[in-house]
Each structure stands twice: as structure tokens, then as C-alpha cells.
Antibody, heavy 119, light 107 residues
Framework: EVHLMESGGVVVQPGGSLRLSCAAS????????MHWVRQSPGKGLEWVSL????????YYAGSVKGRFTISRDNSKNSLYLQMNSLRTEDTALYYC????????????WGRGTLVTVSS | DIQMTQSPSTLSASIGDRVTITCRAS??????LAWYQQKSGKAPKFLIY???SLESGVPSRFSGSGSGTEFTLTISSLQPDDFATYYC?????????FGQGTKLEIK
């Protein structure tokens, strides 16, 4: 059974940094592209970033480009999101999601980890 | 960026009703469209890919259609478990973008 578990969400001040993690199990992690998607409280879904199976390619939403960095450690079945220069508008529930085809068809999602950016 | 616009934003319907949600893209995305269902406090669930292909395990009362810029998600006979928020998502080009969501409520 596929399982994705995010962690690392906390309350952080504007301008601060944070690293989110996503632990994956139940599938061959290094075969799949992975994504981060976020959802601000009471709002819709916003795609954040993706990383290909080998880490060779990454893509970012314009709203986070230059501030966030996605990475993965296939030996640990783990996905990461390094978040720098955080803004209040980055406050959201952050989900990691598995991409079934490397085409952004997101077939499994974790339960999310909450990041709150507030002074 | 490709903008995805869903209508309506809220839909009130009864058990057994047939409902349709529309998703429009700001430019052609061929058939590179997915649909997700999200219940309150839960992660999104993957329903449909390539505009009309049903994910394994998803009830057959769900169907998708369309290509280019206009797409629909239809639920043929609403069940109690279907009341949720639905999102479309394009994956024709980066950045990947979602519609704003359609909340399906019990009438």
C-alpha cells in the first residue's frame, strides 16, 4: 500500500527558513517523479514544485522560484522541500504527491503538513 | 501560465441527481486534464486522467469528457459519498495549474 507522510511544518517568522520532509513507502520510490502541492486555509490547490525520479530535473511555481528548493534522497525514500525567505502568503498545508506517469497525474497524496508564517 | 476556470463554484444537488462540472482552460491543453475529489480535512483523491480515463477503483458513475479548452466532469447519479469539492488540473505545460474548485453540496 502506498503511503506518504509529510513532516516538518511549524510556525515560523516571515523571512525564516524551514525544511519539509516526505517519507514514502509501498512503492519503488526511485521510479517516480514527486511533487509538492499546497493549500492555503480555506483555499484551493496550488502546485509548488516537482522533481524527476533521479533528481535530474526540477520545476517550480513562479511564486516560490528562487526561494524554495526541492530535493530527494532515493536511498532514504524521502522527498524534501527547503523553504527560504518565507512570506505570510506561504502559509498553507503542504502535500507531497506521487506522479504515476511523470506527467503530473498525481495518484497518491500524503495528509499534509501545516506551515504557518507569522510574526 | 495556463488559467483553469471551473463553473459553477458551488453546486447544490440531491441524491440521485446527475450533475456536471465544467472546467475551461485559457489555451488548448489537448486532453492533458485530471480531476480530483477532496473531502473536508482530507487529501485530494485522483479520479480521472487524460480528460476521460477513469482511475482504477473509481466508481463508474464518474465520467470525464472534453478536449482543447473545455472539459466536463459528470456524476451520473449522486451518492452521499460524492459531496465534496472537485478540482480540475492541467498538465499540458509547466507550471501545472488547478481550477479554483467546485463545492458540491447537498440540497
Amino acid at each position: 500500500e502506498v503511503h506518504l507522510m509529510e513532516s516538518g511544518g511549524v510556525v515560523v517568522q516571515p523571512g525564516g527558513s524551514l525544511r519539509l520532509s516526505c517519507a514514502a513507502s509501498g512503492f519503488t520510490f526511485d521510479d517516480y517523479t514527486m511533487h509538492w502541492v499546497r493549500q492555503s486555509p480555506g483555499k484551493g490547490l496550488e502546485w509548488v514544485s516537482l522533481i524527476t525520479w533521479d533528481g535530474g530535473s526540477t520545476y517550480y511555481a513562479g511564486s516560490v522560484k528562487g526561494r524554495f528548493t526541492i530535493s530527494r534522497d532515493n536511498s532514504k525514500n524521502s522527498l524534501y522541500l527547503q523553504m527560504n525567505s518565507l512570506r505570510t502568503e506561504d502559509t498553507a498545508l503542504y502535500y507531497c504527491a506521487k506522479d504515476r506517469t511523470a506527467m503530473a497525474e498525481l495518484d497518491y497524496w500524503g495528509r499534509g503538513t501545516l506551515v504557518t508564517v507569522s510574526s | 501560465d495556463i488559467q483553469m476556470t471551473q463553473s459553477p463554484s458551488t453546486l447544490s444537488a440531491s441524491i440521485g441527481d446527475r450533475v456536471t462540472i465544467t472546467c475551461r482552460a485559457s489555451q488548448s491543453i489537448s486532453s492533458w486534464l485530471a480531476w480530483y475529489q477532496q473531502k473536508s480535512g482530507k487529501a485530494p483523491k485522483f479520479l480521472i486522467y487524460k480528460a476521460s480515463s477513469l482511475e482504477s477503483g473509481v466508481p463508474s458513475r464518474f465520467s470525464g469528457s472534453g478536449s482543447g479548452t473545455e472539459f466536463t466532469l459528470t456524476i451520473s447519479s449522486l451518492q452521499p459519498d460524492d459531496f465534496a469539492t472537485y478540482y480540475c488540473q492541467q498538465y499540458d505545460s509547466y507550471p501545472i495549474t488547478f481550477g479554483q474548485g467546485t463545492k458540491l453540496e447537498i440540497k
